[in-house]
């Protein structure tokens, strides 16, 4: 285990609008709003075509390969995720959203891009005095995060 510790800073509530597309939206936000960390939940809607990483083809295989899942409608989500700067400062997020319609659900990371369907709600709680940082792992090819 590692660990480190931060304070509370701001909170932001934010709206997503339709057609956003989730982790650029909120990359752009923390570079604006000079946030090098934070956690954040939302819910809202997905649109059909958003794309998720649904875990890895096989669990210990080097070098680890992606699976995707393109949703095939709107669909309601819950997500919870982080922000943390890579090693040029650039913040990155890193965010996993349960989406479901009807009985089906899916979850995984939203990095491939997942579209907003009119709406996404997001409360953002900043994190003041991090020295947390995503730094790339070679062998999983991630950039990992060095709290």
Same mark, same amino acid.
């Given at each position: 285990?590692?660990?480190?510790?931060?304070?509370?800073?701001?909170?932001?509530?934010?709206?997503?609008?339709?057609?956003?597309?989730?982790?650029?939206?909120?990359?752009?936000?923390?570079?604006?709003?000079?946030?090098?960390?934070?956690?954040?939940?939302?819910?809202?809607?997905?649109?059909?075509?958003?794309?998720?990483?649904?875990?890895?083809?096989?669990?210990?295989?080097?070098?680890?390969?992606?699976?995707? &899942?393109?949703?095939?409608?709107? &669909?309601?989500?819950?997500?919870?995720?982080?922000?943390?700067?890579?090693?040029?400062?650039?913040?990155?997020? &890193?965010?996993?959203?349960?989406?479901?319609?009807?009985?089906?659900?899916?979850?995984?990371?939203?990095?491939?891009?997942?579209?907003?369907?009119?709406?996404?709600?997001?409360?953002?709680?900043?994190?003041?005095?991090?020295?947390?940082?995503?730094?790339?792992?070679?062998?999983?090819?991630?950039?990992?995060?060095?709290?």
């Amino acid at each position: 285990m590692k660990y480190s510790q931060a304070k509370q800073g701001r909170i932001f509530v934010i709206r997503l609008e339709d057609g956003d597309v989730v982790h650029e939206a909120i990359e752009i936000f923390a570079t604006q709003q000079s946030i090098s960390a934070a956690t954040l939940i939302v819910l809202g809607c997905a649109d059909e075509g958003s794309t998720l990483v649904v875990g890895p083809r096989e669990g210990r295989t080097l070098p680890i390969e992606p699976m995707t &899942h393109i949703l095939q409608n709107v &669909h309601e989500v819950a997500g919870v995720g982080t922000v943390f700067p890579d090693d040029e400062g650039k913040p990155l997020l &890193h965010m996993h959203m349960a989406c479901g319609r009807r009985a089906d659900t899916t979850t995984g990371c939203v990095r491939q891009g997942v579209r907003v369907w009119h709406v996404m709600e997001i409360i953002l709680f900043e994190l003041l005095d991090s020295t947390g940082l995503r730094l790339l792992e070679p062998a999983s090819g991630f950039k990992l995060l060095n709290p």
